[in-house]
């Protein structure tokens, strides 16, 4: 097929070059021309695992071309993808959907034959049915314009495999039509046997938002479950293997540490529990914001743990190495990062913060400038009288602490993500704090 990604950023590129993957001539389409030149050269302005390699291929074959040109878009495409951002609106709980109406706005005068918009962008529930009426009005087809929405469920740092072997699929459709397009254009995902869950527009809305937001609660639970061994003198990790094992509940997902942040889960969680207030469920609501407060606590329970880490050496004046900017491994987004939340926190007691990250320096750079930033792992504890893992990395887990126990002032680390194994670290001479895991693993040897 023919088809057109319509918003070039965190969604948009991955699922660009992941369709002309599955053989769909493809032109994505931005509003910088800046980025558009980058994009057409095969260089990848966003970091995501296998996106560069995928993107320069498909570039480079001719599968694969961005523009600026909504027109030429229009005329060119059979099937529309509208992947712009919805972020968190000016009240802070429901989504900002200005950039759908945009996109729709801009493309429907151009659309003068039979075609199929496809809404990827995570938004209200009513939404597809405003987007039809107005797609269908401005549009010289009127009624030959079919809307569907078709919800993604990226997890960042996994986008292209995500999209191209997703777990399931969600289509929420009005017309015979629709269906049929979706079928088409994600034909050899569904031959490899993922199942289609075809709905109704409002059902395929909600989904989207459910899924996170039941994501955001199992965060934020294990998190007060954390918050109850270190208060009990219990272990958060074996509670984790625990509740793992059990086959209603699973681990996956389930890690304490400073909370959820990026693009989604936090605006997500937000906006669900607004909807959920919209409409009328407010036993829903309250337990929606629960979690939120829960996540919106961890910064102040990481810093205390540094506290107390620190001992006689108070947070002010202290030279502290965070590792981790992005707001989880694979990724260089840093929208809502923990990792960044927790260095500003920090800066804002009186430590010098320096920040390392393999990947998002140059993304932690333009949002938090006031931080001293390097790319050189042992370098960056050079000095240091503390040590925090905030995004647990491989890089970070996988790194020889006898290589780098000379490099700090003080070999003092915490573990504000619960992901490594102390005892190598404690063998060669670190003092390990995690969270969760109080009494005698979090005391000085």
Known sequence: MRISVIGCGHLGIPHAAAM??????????????????????????IYETGLPELLASHTASGRLRFTTSIPEAAEFAELHFIGVGTPIDADGRSYDTAQVYGAVRQLAPHLDRPCT????????????????????????????????????????????????RPDRLIAGVTTAEGEKAIRAVYAPILDAGVPLFVTDPQTAELAKGAANTFLGLKIS??????????????????????????????????????????????????????????????????????????????????????????????VEGARVTVWGAAFKPGTNDVRESPALALAQALQQAGATVTVHDPQAVATAMIRNPEFDYTDDLPGSLDGADLVVLATEWPEYRQADPRTLVDRPASPLLVDCRTTLDPEPWRATGWTVYQLGRPGKQNRRP
């Open 20 to 45: 002309a993957e599955l053989g769909h001539e493809v032109i994505g389409v931005d509003i910088d021309q800046a980025k558009v030149d980058r994009l057409n050269a095969g260089e990848c302005p």
């Open 117 to 164: 918009i496809v809404g990827k962008s995570t938004v209200t529930v009513g939404t597809t049915s405003q987007v039809t009426a107005l797609a269908q009005r401005l549009a010289p087809a009127g009624e030959g314009v079919d809307v569907v929405w078709n919800p993604e469920f990226l997890r960042e740092g996994h986008a292209v495999q995500d999209t191209l």
């Open 221 to 314: 639970y294990i998190n007060a479950v954390a918050d109850m061994c270190e208060a009990a003198g219990g272990d958060v990790s074996k509670i984790v293997e625990i509740l793992g094992i059990d086959p209603r509940i699973g681990s996956g997902g389930m890690m304490p540490g400073i909370g959820y942040g990026g693009g989604c889960l936090p605006k997500d969680v937000r906006a669900f529990t607004a909807s959920a207030r919209q409409l009328g469920a407010d036993h829903a609501a309250s337990l929606l914001r629960a979690a939120e407060k829960i996540n919106e606590s961890r910064t102040d329970v990481a810093l205390t743990l540094i506290t107390r880490a620190l001992g006689d050496h108070p």
